[in-house]
Structures are given as structure tokens and as C-alpha cells.
């Protein structure tokens, strides 16, 4: 696609059920980013794909979260029995290859998860 | 580990006025530099980069040069316009393959006319 899609945009759930956040990187782009956009906190790295695999998890806050890409393309991010702290606003980046020194990401618009 | 500081905020200007947005690096090896520019409503653009040391990144009337000496990419533009009000981050890539980016937490500036 033209750019990265995130869906849903706003996604509001009760304490305790379990979410799906979607990630639709650019066509062709290898790398996949999840980070995590609280207030006052900036961005948080949650995780990396290359390919289908990730070779980087180390930022998954919990083992309540968890993330997969199929066909080198689409990403979900799980977020099982959700609380009040995953509050925060959930957002996916691509980039054309791995290596970050000569390419920067392109950013979705995000996920605005409220936990409620 | 790696990690990035950046001034905190809000930055409160008027029209025209000298923006600074300060931003300083924890690295090992020589990792490129990037600021990235977050618009009321929208999601995070690369504004500009850097690479190496002495590298002089710009955009939009936006500078910031990479000066190892200082381990510093402070952000600079000469006369701020409302339009520019917006989140600004600063972030490093380690010189890995594969290494995440790596986001300091931010600076809101708000500009008014």
C-alpha cells in the first residue's frame, strides 16, 4: 500500500479481554516496528520482525503480550487480558531493510487503545 | 544500553522567534541521528537525519548537526511558524543491523501568532 495501515484507530475495552491491533506495512518493506506511545513516556520499543521472524522481542513488557507476522507482510500485536496500563497509544513502522543508518521508518497513524 | 535525552517541554514561542530543542546521545560506536516530527492528529514523519559525525541534516527551514565531540543533534529552526506546532523526537540508530530505533520521549512546541 501507499503508506502503513493500523486498524483499529481507537479501540476501547474492558479490563481483563483480549485485543488484536493490525499492522499493514508498506508493500516490499522487510522491517516491521512496534512501539508503544504513552504519555509523558515517548516511544517504547516493543518489537521487531524481519521477515516473518523477530529477531528482537526484548521489549514486549509482559509475557501478556505477544506479536506475529504472516507472508512478510501483516503484523498483529495480542495483548491478552488486558489492564489499565496498557492504556496507550500503539503504533507500527516499516522500513525498506533492516539496517536503520541510511533509512528512517515510516510511521501508521496508530492504535489509541483504552482500557476501561 | 543506548539512549537518547531531549529537552522537556512544552516549548512555548511566538511567531518568528529561534526555536532550539536540545537533544543529547548515550551510544557506542558511531549510530546515525534523526528527528522525527509528530502533527496534531497525525502519525511520526522523518524530519531529518544524519549519519556521521559533522553531518549537517536539514528540512523545512529545521537544522541539527551531529557533533560527536558533544554527542549532540540539537534541533534549530531561524523563525518558528505557527504551523510547526507539533511533538518533535529525537532518535539514534545504533550501527547493528536490526536495532530499533531508539525515541527519546519527546518535546511539545507550541507556536502562536
Known amino acids: 500500500g501507499a503508506g502503513v495501515s493500523q486498524s483499529p484507530s481507537n479501540k476501547v475495552t474492558e479490563k481483563g479481554k483480549d485485543v488484536e491491533l493490525r499492522c499493514d506495512p508498506i508493500?516490499?518493506?522487510?522491517?516491521l516496528y512496534w512501539y508503544r506511545q504513552s504519555l509523558g513516556q515517548g516511544l517504547e520499543f516493543l518489537i521487531y520482525?524481519?521477515?516473518?521472524?523477530?529477531?528482537?522481542k526484548s521489549g514486549l513488557p509482559s509475557d501478556r503480550f505477544s506479536a506475529e507476522r504472516t507472508g512478510g507482510s501483516v503484523s498483529t500485536l495480542t495483548i491478552q487480558r488486558t489492564q489499565q496500563e496498557d492504556s496507550a497509544v500503539y503504533l507500527c513502522?516499516?522500513?525498506?531493510?533492516?539496517?536503520?543508518?541510511?533509512?528512517?521508518?515510516?510511521f501508521g497513524s496508530g492504535t489509541r487503545l483504552t482500557v476501561v | 544500553g543506548d539512549s537518547v535525552t531531549q529537552m522537556e517541554g512544552p516549548v512555548t514561542l511566538s511567531e518568528e522567534a529561534f526555536l532550539t530543542i536540545n537533544c543529547t546521545y548515550t551510544a557506542t560506536g558511531y549510530p546515525s541521528l534523526f528527528w522525527y516530527v509528530q502533527y496534531p492528529g497525525e502519525g511520526l514523519q522523518l524530519l531529518l537525519k544524519?549519519?556521521?559525525?559533522?553531518d549537517k541534516g536539514s528540512n523545512k527551514g529545521f537544522e541539527a548537526t551531529y557533533r560527536k565531540e558533544t554527542t549532540s543533534f540539537h534541533l534549530e529552526k531561524g523563525s518558528v511558524q505557527v504551523s510547526d506546532s507539533a511533538v518533535y523526537f529525537c532518535?539514534?540508530?545504533?550501527?547493528?543491523?536490526?536495532?530499533?530505533?531508539?525515541f527519546g520521549k519527546g518535546t511539545t512546541l507550541s507556536v502562536s501568532s
Open positions: 532518535a539514534l540508530a545504533g550501527n547493528q543491523a536490526g536495532t530499533a530505533l531508539i
Open positions: 544524519a549519519t556521521k559525525a559533522d
Open positions: 520482525f524481519q521477515g516473518n521472524s523477530a529477531p528482537d
Open positions: 508493500s516490499g518493506h522487510t522491517a
Open positions: 513502522a516499516s522500513s525498506a531493510q533492516a539496517g536503520t543508518a541510511n533509512y528512517g521508518y515510516t
